[in-house]
T-cell receptor, first 114, second 117 residues
Framework: DAKTTQPPSMDCAEGRAANLPCNHS???????VYWYRQIHSQGPQYIIH???NNETNEMASLIITEDRKSSTLILPHATLRDTAVYYC???????????????FGKGTLLTVNP | SQTIHQWPATLVQPVGSPLSLECTVE??????LYWYRQAAGRGLQLLFY??????ISSEVPQNLSASRPQDRQFILSSKKLLLSDSGFYLC????????????????FGPGTRLTVT
């Protein structure tokens, strides 16, 4: 099972890009990287996922290194409402991918400062 | 669009009392359903998941049980609460994962904050 490593905390100035790193050096070739975030006292929110190509949606961009051993979530213009714990997850799959489990670690607490 | 509801939002219960938390999903059919718990200052722990009516899988042995009486209804219960059952309980749903689409997004409800006194 691939595991992820994230810094416990990061700060970012409002309006600047927030770049959140994640190491997943044991990831296998068909395992995806998922990102969620959890704002205080709320349930986690899905952000984005990717396999090997860079991905972008309305919330964020995901950059995955060519060797797939690490990735970076980019919030292009961070706002105060982006303050949250960000989780990088490699789902554990079973039965050929028809079943899976998400393991939420401790994540990175991103604090966006005014 | 899909929505997920949980109630109550907060609950204070004495030790030894029963518990029933309810979760319902709207706007989708045949979802996978999940119960998680987040103890104070800790990460999310998967408690139960269900792939269909009456089908429950337990991740960890504990004082809790789950049931799925209808396709979009998931209930978390306990006969006698312990102090260690305090926490933030989250229900989530996902589409049925399939190969090769491999969609593993889960969508979470607002949660129930349970305090056992």
């Amino acid at each position: 099972d691939a595991k992820t490593t994230q810094p416990p905390s990061m700060d970012c100035a409002e309006g600047r890009a927030a770049n959140l790193p994640c190491n997943h050096s044991t990831i296998s070739g068909n395992e995806y990287v998922y990102w969620y975030r959890q704002i205080h006292s709320q349930g986690p929110q899905y952000i984005i996922h990717g396999l090997k190509n860079n991905e972008t949606n309305e919330m964020a961009s995901l950059i995955i290194t060519e060797d797939r051993k690490s990735s970076t979530l980019i919030l292009p213009h961070a706002t105060l409402r982006d303050t949250a714990v960000y989780y990088c997850i490699v789902p554990t799959t079973y039965s050929g991918g028809s079943n899976y489990k998400l393991t939420f670690g401790k994540g990175t607490l991103l604090t966006v400062n005014p | 669009s899909q929505t997920i509801h949980q109630w109550p939002a907060t609950l204070v219960q004495p030790v030894g009392s029963p518990l029933s938390l309810e979760c319902t999903v709207e706007g989708t059919s045949n979802p996978n359903l999940y119960w998680y718990r987040q103890a104070a200052g800790r990460g999310l722990q998967l408690l139960f998941y269900s792939v269909g009516i009456g089908q429950i899988s337990s991740e960890v042995p504990q004082n809790l049980s789950a049931s799925r009486p209808q396709d979009r209804q998931f209930i978390l219960s306990s006969k006698k609460l312990l102090l260690s059952d305090s926490g933030f309980y989250l229900c989530a749903w996902s589409v049925r994962p399939s190969v090769p689409k491999r969609r593993y997004e889960q969508y979470f409800g607002p949660g129930t904050r349970l305090t056992v006194t």
